[in-house]
């Protein structure tokens, strides 16, 4: 889906799998309205995720991207709008089971059980395939390989996932989602406690993924930088409404970041990689730029 020119990223797929996915999928969300006990606070909310992209949703904290990734997931139930697939038919109203084929979401932040190694959770995320009597089905030994291959956790299969760190933990949960095989993928900040160099993975292997695979991506990104690196669409939110959607060199201007975030950004082109990289000017780095001693 995304120019080859335009996106940086190694053109190596890490993201080959054993096994071959059916079909793609997409999904939007349609005029979203929702919210938790009081006020709404995401308002008429559209995106679309849309297979073979990857769309990224950002914005200041407390706009309201989580919210409306996890509506997009099921996990909260609009007031008003539709979640959708690329077919017209309602997400909201498939069987549990059978969303959970189609869609998965890694959490902001999960739970982590004790007494069980990662070999154990990854296979958590076959839980879709798995008949009455807990067997896996014929692609989830290929599945779970592939999953911690990628992610690179295989050498630690048999590690109690509650002796692990922050980093190692995220993906752990991220190999649980892709085993899961699913045709959208929705990432609530995956680089979240990870090192640069995984950082970096990570964001190479969902790049891959949207254009290996054909995957619909949706992802949470605090890293503005990030966002213009991986994303084909990026989605900026502001009090909970949708304020631009769009490339990220459109959405991306001084002005619209800076009144999002509060503080002055700047916005280039990486002459290097024709990527749109931003930069927020606090009180130092004013006066650095004005050339004073800092
Ligand atoms: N469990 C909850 N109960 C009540 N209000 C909540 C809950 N979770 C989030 N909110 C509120 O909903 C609004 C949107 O929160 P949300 O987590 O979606 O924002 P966000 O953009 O993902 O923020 P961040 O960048 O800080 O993760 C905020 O005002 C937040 O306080």
Known sequence: MRDNDRSGAPGQSGAKRAFERGGTDGLRGDRLTLGYHGPAVVHEASIVVTAGAVTA??????????TLLRALARLHRPSTGDVLFDDGSSALTLQAKDFAKRVTLLAQSRPTPSGVTVHDVVGYGRHPYRGRWGRDDADGVRAVAWAMEVTGITAMAERPVDELSGGELQRVWLATCLAQDTGVLLLDEPTTFLDLRYQVEILDLVRDLADDHGVAVGIVLHDLNHAAA?????????????????????????QRLTAAYGIEVDVAVDPSTGLVTTRPVGRHTKRALQGESI
């Open 57 to 66: 949703l950002v914005g200041p904290n407390g706009s309201g991207k989580s």
């Open 230 to 254: 991986v994303a084909d669409r990026v989605v900026l939110l502001q009090n909970g409404k949708v304020v631009a959607a769009g490339d990220p060199a459109d959405v991306f201007t001084p």
